[in-house]
């Protein structure tokens, strides 16, 4: 009996843990459908190539309006990319390094700015909130950092929202600026698609369809915000078999003293 019980209780943990939900309703009404994660389930992992795939996506599509503010060049080396290839990267970005202000008399206090170095954060499309807002129509484009986490269902979400641009139905009061998606609160976003086919060049030759650019950079989000996933799933699964192990040997001990005992 006691031995069932712990078999049961080891498939309830592990099908807690790999179970997907099916679909769930979004603020707009419409059904988010459950898409096929690498980091679903017990054995989640992340797929290098998919997070860099990502990352290209968000640097030439997503970066021109919205930010990844707590993470640093220095962390792309944790999806694949080499110290040269991410001292490139960050090379590529100006970093603000203060006003001219060195003595001469020639100066100025325009801000000086450097090409960007490993230790620096990724660098946000506007200076602050005040300017995003002006560039936007009034509208704050969100930082993605942790974009996965801060929603319900959130990895479906996004891939729902990125690929969800349609014409507004018969009858539906689209108001002036606004795209319809049914996944947005409201039904309608001030964001336009931002995606559209061959919008990039993946530097590994896969086809860069809506779907496949939606999927990759959603992965790369769900990095973003949970970049220890891989070691956490580790470490619950050593956890586990810990567990097993002594509630195996405290069984074991069990018999052991009530047998002396009978």
Known sequence: MFKKVIILAAF???????????????????????????????????????????????SEICASCHSVRLLFYRNLEEIGFSPEEVKKIAAEAEVAAGPNEDGDTHDDGELIVR??????????????????????????????????KARLNGPNYVHALLTGYKDAPSGFKLSEGMNYNPYFSGSQIAMGAPLSDDGVEYADGTKATVGQMAKDVTAF???????????????????????????????????QVWAKLH
């Open 115 to 148: 090409p960007g170095k490993p230790f620096d954060r990724i660098v946000s499309p506007y200076p602050n909130e005040f300017a995003a807002r002006a560039a936007n129509a009034g509208a704050l484009p969100p930082d993605l950092t942790l974009m996965t």
């Open 221 to 255: 989000l769900i990095w973003s915000a949970e970049p220890e996933l891989e070691e956490r799933k580790r470490m619950g699964i050593k956890v586990m078999l810990f567990l097993f192990v002594f509630t195996a040997l405290l069984y074991a001990v069990k018999r």
């Open 12 to 58: 309830v943990v592990a099908f807690s843990s790999s179970v997907n939900v099916g679909s769930v309703r979004a603020a707009g009404g419409a059904e988010i459908n459950s898409q096929d994660w690498t980091t679903n389930g017990l054995f989640g992992f992340f797929d290098r190539k998919q997070l860099k795939r990502g990352f290209q996506v968000y």
